[in-house]
């Protein structure tokens, strides 16, 4: 209308319009103000009607039987033409080759139907022609209940396999229902030929041509048959809706929904007028106007609830007994799909899903019968849920029985959505808590398009859980290395978790009526000594004829620790898991009765003191009493008792050095077999290094030394006694070239050189118990280097930032799961390939591959779901273990965890390189 009289009307409210008006006669183009929606009445009936305003000197308007005309052609339109505001691209994979199907044979009763149908197709311009192509396709023809044809092009063998895929997604129903949430009336409009509504670029026309009796044509318009065409019109048209509140297209039907009649209206005119402007026809014979009851994606929707579908439960009320596998993998799939309505309803398709596995003959009897009857009294119940609102607080209650999992979404005390599965055989060997962990964890990726992005209430009825998983309680480092994985993959979640008894939730019964799901299977590597191997197969056997060992699991798996053969394993009972069936306490073995003596017998090969040998064996095992075994072994050691020598209190006048490699203390022992040792120590970390010579003159000493700088770097300060050739006029002169001051202690006073003359001791008592050779003496400094001290940290850790490795530690192979950190960046990965002795090809979580140093992986003994991440799951720093974490006040062992210094934060001098001889 004119605005003229837009204004006689009293001036209603202008909404802004992109829409272009044009004359028929004259082209001349008007000036558009704007629209606005108004009631009109026609036969009785109200209409919502967009009227657009222009500029004109002149009074006139569109009204009457104008609108009675729109109305007429807008539902009657025959959907001939394409939009004009988008074209549809088909994109071909870089090697792909043309392919053409010549025309099949049709029933000669077809004929005349189908060439009614071209020439439709023809005089809507939605084919056109060609005579010649190097791409086509054969036709498939079915018949319709109206005796008329529909075409259909089968690109199976020819363009679908070279087509780039399209990953645009349709909504999922949860997706779409949650549009629609709180919404009590619905309207579903269908567009009419949708595909053909979109035209096609000009170079992916000649890829779509078909091949029938009457020749070959070729697509204008999108065409169904196209493995990309539901993904293309789906971003299409969610482009061109997407303002929309309340509004979701699945592909050619549009779900509008309004919590009263009168705001279903406007959005329905808004998604009208966005259709209108893209020049998208509606078939409203197929509509479902202003409705409170609806179908939509195979459920109903019914004033805020949703149903199941009436058709699919009266199809599975008529369905007839299965007779085959087929058949019965047919009912399986209609049931499970209304799954979401019952909460028990695995439990009773275990009967049905028992004849299924393995290659079991079919054979239905009164069990299975009984099962199918009542899943199908089941689904005809008033079973309904609610539609989940991303607007409501909601909640997710979790709970575990020794053979499955149970969860339920909860929003207003109301179920949104029931899930349950059934535990595998090794995931029912899991303790009581991993199994409750367990439930949170799968419940919460199972969940996670609820959950992510928004907080959420978490219920369980296992109240150690509510700390170890609390948001706020940081990770938890005295469990098991499974629960500590499973905590980082919670860490991506927002929630607050709370304790509920098991008989006030919901997710009780599920626990316990299961589903089946399978789970994943995991190993743990190998654990090497070097003069006897202990297996993780001979564990595991040794394991199983330990009558204590037995008791362990069976207590892991109940929660019950009250056996007093078991009753010292309570305390740490948090810190417990049966991997492969071997016990760990968090990522160290617990080992049967009869390797522990063999083990102990190991790490104390290189007569070791107490507190190093100790500190060797908990790096990788655990049992009660370890720490008095290892001084029961060492106090009868009758080598040791020869070479020890009696305590003396040296005094401590040298300030505490800062840095690795400041101060260097060095010193000679022997003559041992006519043979020296140059001892060299690292004030501070005491990290050794002893040289093997036939003799003590000056340039044997400026040898030695030179090669341990070069490997070391230049210390600032060289401490010895007064030997000759120590204080020599060569070796004092080649110490000041390179820029390192030398001390001396004073004459007949050996204490002042302390630091060397401990370690003089240590090593000399090694050699008194190994024998002297550069391979006893090596094996030694190994053992020495990665075994702690004191202060809970190894020297090899203080002086190279890192721990080395020795025949204790794990050995690495083909499909191991390892931590890999880089750069300050942690991530759980997985060896696909090792490549070397220190290095392998490594697969990350993300798909990369990557080539990894053995420093930069850890063993990680945890188990690895993947549905649960993870996974998604995102991971950190904290899935790394160097060290076992440090004892719980009150128990027999006492460990300190220092943090270990990043690369980057360790200070080491500069190695001088201007050597003078």
Known sequence: MSDRVWKQIGTPELQPSSITLTGYTDAHQFKMLGHFISKVSYQGKVHRIPFKVVRSDRSFALLGRDILTIEIDFSKADGSEATRVFRARLELIPDAQPKYIKARSIPFAYKDRLKDEIDKLLAEGIIEPVT??????????????????????????????????????????????????????????????AYNQVELEEDSKPLTVMSTPFGNYRYNRLVFGIWTAPSIFQRYISQVI???????????????????????????????????????????EKCQICQSRVRFLGFILDNGMILPDPEK????????????????????????????????????????????????????????????????????????????????PVALECDASQKGLGGVLIQDNRPVLYISKRLSEAEKKYSQIEREALAIVWSTQRCQRFLAGRHFKLITDHRPLTYIFGP????????????????????????????????????DALSRLLNNETARTYTIGSIQLPSTIISIQEVRDQSQD????????????????????????????????IESDVVLREMRVILPKTLRLSAVQTAHSTHLGIDRTKSLLRAQFWWPGLDRDVKQLIGNCKTCKMVKASNRNYLKSWPTAMDAGERVHADFAGPIDGQ????????????????????????????????????????????????????????????????????????????????????????????????????????????????????????SEKFL????????????????????????????????????????IIKLENGLYKKAHRDQIRSFKGSDDKDVGPEQATTGAAGEVDHPPAMRPGEEEREQQQQQPRRSERLMNRPTVNYKE
């Open 132 to 193: 010649f192509s190097q791409w086509a396709s054969p036709i498939v023809i079915v018949p319709k209940a109206d005796g008329r044809l529909r075409l259909c092009v089968d690109y199976k063998q020819t363009l679908n396999p070279q087509l780039m895929k399209d990953s645009h997604p349709t909504p999922t129903p949860e997706e779409a229902f949650s549009t629609v949430a709180g919404c009590r009336m619905y309207t579903i409009l269908d567009l009419k030929a």
């Open 242 to 284: 997407q303002d929309v509140d309340g509004a979701i297209a699945y592909v050619d039907d549009i779900l509008i929904g309004g919590e009263s009649e009168k705001q279903l209206k406007d959005r329905e005119s808004q998604v009208r007028e966005r259709l209108e402007q893209h020049g998208l026809k509606v078939n409203e």
């Open 313 to 392: 439960v009266r199809a599975l009320q008529e369905m007839e007994t299965p007779k085959t596998m087929a058949e019965l993998e047919s009912l399986i799939g209609l049931v499970r799909f209304s799954g979401r309505f019952v909460p028990n309803l695995s439990h009773y398709l275990e009967p049905l899903t028992r004849l299924m596995r393995g290659r079991r003959e079919f054979q239905w009897d009164s069990e299975q019968d009984e099962a199918f009857q009542r899943i199908k009294s089941m689904l005809t119940e008033d079973s309904a849920l609610a539609n989940y609102d991303p607007k409501k």
């Open 472 to 507: 706020y309680e940081g990770l938890p480092t005295r469990v098991s290395a499974r629960l500590q994985r499973w905590a980082i993959s919670l860490m991506a979640f927002d929630y607050t978790i709370e304790y509920q008894r098991s008989q006030l939730m919901k997710s």
């Open 546 to 577: 330990c009558p204590e060992i037995v008791l362990l699991k069976k207590a892991i798996r109940t929660s019950n620790f009250n056996d007093p053969r078991i009753r010292p394993y309570k305390a740490v009972a948090d810190e417990l898991t």
């Open 676 to 795: 020296y040792l140059l001892v060299l120590v690292d004030a501070m970390s005491n990290y050794p290094e002893v040289h093997l010579t036939a003799n003590m003159e000056s340039s044997t000493v400026i040898s030695r030394l030179r090669r341990t700088f070069s490997q070391w770097g230049v210390p600032r300060t060289l401490v010895t006694d007064n030997g000759p050739s120590f204080v020599s006029a060569e070796t004092t002169q080649w110490l000041k070239a390179i820029g390192c001051s030398h001390l001396t202690t004073p004459p007949y006073h050996p204490q002042s050189n302390g630091v060397a003359e401990r370690f003089v001791r240590t090593v000399k008592e090694a050699v008194s118990a190994l024998g002297l050779s550069e391979h006893n003496i090596d094996k030694f400094l190994l053992f020495y280097r990665s075994s702690k001290g004191n202060d809970g940290r190894t020297p």
């Open 801 to 840: 930032g890192r721990n080395i490795r020795t025949p204790l530690m794990t050995e690495f192979s083909g499909d191991d799961n390892v931590v890999y950190r880089t750069q300050g960046a942690t991530s759980l990965a997985r060896i696909v390939l090792p490549t070397g002795r220190n290095t392998a």
